[in-house]
């Protein structure tokens, strides 16, 4: 019997083809001049074409590991990005695609533009394929119709009828068929079975053992069989595609934020423009307001506001100055900077998180599926069966043609199309009603995961709040105190300043006003000198203690305390409360500082929260939660969350997040409210159930089928009605949870 390859089953998507064999010597391209040199070693990044499913990705891993030399290897399936780091003195970097070649995958230098080509031009693959597939099952079902009828059909009719299902079938299930007869010849080649062998084998039998008996002019023929076969598992293979080629892209978009050039500074005191990668440590370079950072750096001179909260998750702009330390990305708001670098491009802040969400990707690359771990055992069934059978009617009857056509029926009705359906048609059914509740769910099995889920980690700003500030106590404030303050805020687009005039409502401004980064306004208001901003601003000598405040002064009277909040999103609480009937504890992770943090916390139910953490810090907690076998929601908005959003168990995140994070989640919600997160979690649950019952039914229906086909009771016109059948009993099954506003 065939050596199965466990994961490389893939349930009932094998390894889709590319389309293309594997590289031949000549095709290699040398990968020396892509490499990249660091402290740890010689570092190739390189697209990997063809690898699809957990078993490629071990199977790359584990093949390229093994060579002397290489420290670490890593693929992210999402991308195709192989990453390979490993000593130049012992290993020669052409090796590693050859190696590659001789594993049966095709590699050439990274290039997302590529991968994300390479993704299309397959999902273009398969929609042609099964268009195909559809127009050739439909017009030989037409025509076998006719022969199933009888009547009065004379036998040239019905030959002639054989003859065009011929003409239609053969050419169209031969190209329809390719993404199965490329991933099973591949697996062959490695000595390995997948599921695409026992498919390949029964579609080909089918046309062969039908034109064997058309040029016979036998009564029977099976085109019917083939291309409904390949039309119904084609639609498995498509759904399939699509939903996972939503979940791609996180860290391009992150890397997409990084500045691509920079202002350095010479030592002739001229300032000049250079690409972001050419900055090395110790380079001066010059921030004008609006500039992001290209790398690292460290301030030596100015003041300004920066936008913090692609690090710290925090809405409030932070004063910086000489000695703090910027990380890239972040966005200098008000003043002139000049900053000296610490660190290259490619080491930078930035460029540690997409390595960050690339390796949390792969980890969700490498979930085993439902879907997985049943056709695990598919195959050697299957082949073990048929060949039984084959053997037993050989034995019995001595007669070659009755053998065969009792093999070929054993393969097409126990084929796996009804598991096949299994798992993409309650996905397909499920993730359309989640979109009706404003939820996009952008992986398969990202629904397997949420109904695993038992833990759910928050992030504060963004997610259990709006993003947007708002005054805690207004009316505290005489309303001529917060009209005047209003009238400084109105000229400025600082976050608080919004907050204040939000607060008073529309009014005139001050009669002048300028604004000095990192301290606050000062303007006339009233005749009257007056300053909003940090409690040294307006002349107080000691800080404010509780923070998460600015003070109005209003020429000698005393400075007025204005306390800001972030408003608390729509049914945070209610969220939170439904997760934990549903058995489901929550924490709080964020960036911000602890006064707002214990404040936000209480409000919406949290007993355990953590402030002032890095994106780093959030992965730890993440893995510790992990180590204690807690499978983890993560629900987060922020850059900073997108590492944590990719690491997690499973992970969501609200439509107002940045790209990035949207492209780590697993999940999308639209709106503010986070109330339709219970339903969520239910409807992942009941789609769970639906899988496990399609399931259930597809082995009940095989221990009949198996055992009426292995005694000649089946033919394989009977095999493909009843494989048709049983495909439509589970798609019926998965519209159940189509019904109802919460699921079954």
């Excluded at 306390?563 to 911000?592: C, F, H, K, V």
């Excluded at 439509?655 to 503010?672: I, K, P, R, T, W």
């Excluded at 789609?687 to 009426?708: H, S, T």
């Amino acid at each position: 019997m065939d050596k199965v390859d466990g994961p490389d089953s893939a349930g009932m998507r094998g390894c889709p083809s590319t389309g293309e064999p594997p590289a031949a010597a000549a095709d290699i391209v040398d990968p020396a001049p892509f490499l990249r040199h660091g402290a740890e070693g010689e570092e190739l990044e390189l697209l990997v074409q063809g690898a699809r499913c957990a078993g490629c990705l071990s199977k790359i891993e584990t093949g390229l590991k093994a060579l002397p030399g290489v420290t670490e290897a890593r693929l992210n399936l999402s991308t195709g990005k192989l990453r390979v780091r490993f000593d130049a003195g012992r290993l020669r970097p052409a090796t590693i695609p050859e190696t590659l070649a001789r594993l049966g995958y095709r590699a050439t230098p990274f290039d997302p533009t590529r991968a994300a080509a390479e993704d299309d031009a397959e999902g273009r693959r398969l929609l042609r394929c099964l268009g195909v597939a559809g127009f050739a099952a439909a017009n030989v079902m037409l025509l076998s119709v006719s022969i199933w009828a009888g009547g009065e059909m004379t036998e040239t009719t019905r030959l002639l009828f054989h003859w065009l299902s011929a003409l239609i079938a053969m050419p169209s299930a031969l190209y329809a068929g390719r993404p199965f007869f490329g991933s099973a010849l591949r697996a062959l080649r490695r000595g390995r079975a997948n599921m695409d062998v026992p498919i390949s084998l029964a579609v080909l039998l089918a046309l062969g053992l039908s034109l064997h008996e058309t040029i016979a002019g036998g009564a029977h023929a099976y085109f019917d069989a083939a291309v409904t076969l390949l039309f119904f598992l084609l639609i498995g293979r498509w759904l399939d595609h699509l939903l996972r080629r939503r979940a791609r892209g996180a860290a391009r978009d992150l890397l997409a934020l990084q500045a691509t050039a920079a202002n350095r500074l010479g030592a002739d005191g001229h300032i000049v423009a250079v690409p972001a990668r050419e900055v090395r440590p110790g380079d001066r370079l010059v921030l004008a307001p609006g500039d992001r950072v290209p790398v690292d750096v460290a301030i030596e001179d100015g003041r300004s506001e920066a936008d913090l909260s692609i690090a710290t998750g925090e809405a409030t702009p932070r004063a910086v100055g000489p000695g703090d330390r910027l990380v890239s990305g972040v966005l200098n708001l008000t003043g002139r900077l000049l900053v000296r670098a610490e660190a290259p491009a490619a080491d930078s802040f930035l460029a540690d998180l997409a390595r960050l969400i690339e390796t949390g990707e792969q980890s969700k690359t490498a979930y085993v599926r439902l879907a997985d771990r049943a056709a695990s055992l598919y195959v050697p069934l299957v082949h073990g069966a048929a060949l039984a059978v084959f053997a037993g009617w050989m034995l019995a009857s001595g007669d070659v043609r009755t053998s065969l056509i009792n093999a070929i029926a054993l393969l097409i009705i126990t084929c796996p199309c009804a598991l096949g359906l299994a798992v993409p048609a309650v996905q397909v059914v499920a993730t359309g009603r989640l979109f009706r509740a404003g939820i996009l769910v952008k992986s398969g099995d990202a629904l397997e995961r949420l109904a695993e889920a038992d833990y759910a980690v928050f992030d504060k700003t963004g997610t259990l709040t709006t993003g947007r500030l708002r005054l805690t106590e207004p009316d505290r404030l005489s309303a001529e105190d917060l009209e005047f303050a209003a009238r400084l805020a109105r000229g400025s687009r600082h976050p608080i300043s919004r907050a204040i005039a939000e607060a008073a409502g529309p009014g005139p401004l001050a009669e002048e006003s300028f604004e000095l980064p990192g301290k606050g306004i000062e303007g006339t208001v009233e005749g009257r000198p007056a300053r909003l901003g940090s409690p040294d601003w307006v002349g107080l000598t000691t800080p404010d203690p509780e923070g998460d405040a600015v003070w109005f002064r209003l020429g000698e009277r005393a400075p007025v305390r204005l306390a800001y909040e972030g408003t608390p999103r729509p049914a945070a609480a209610t969220a939170i409360a439904g997760l934990a009937a549903r058995g489901i504890a929550s924490e709080m992770l964020t960036g911000d500082g602890e006064a707002p943090a214990r404040r936000l916390a209480a409000l919406v139910g949290l007993e355990r929260w953590t402030a002032r953490l890095s994106p780093q810090d959030k992965l730890a907690r993440l893995a510790a939660l992990k180590a204690d076998g807690r499978r983890t929601l993560m629900v987060g908005d922020g850059l900073n969350d997108a590492p944590a959003l990719a690491g997690a168990h499973v992970s969501l995140s609200p439509g107002s997040a940045v790209e990035a994070s949207q492209h780590a989640a697993d999940f999308v919600l639209n709106g503010d409210s986070l109330a339709p997160l219970t339903e969520a979690v239910d409807v992942a649950r009941a789609a769970k159930r639906r899988i496990l019952e399609n399931f259930a039914f597809a082995a009940l229906y095989n221990a009949v089928a198996v055992p009426l086909a292995a005694l000649g009771l089946v033919t394989p016109l009977i095999a493909a009605i009843a494989m048709s059948s049983s495909s439509i009993v589970v798609t019926l099954n998965a519209l159940r949870l189509a019904r109802g506003r919460r699921a079954a």
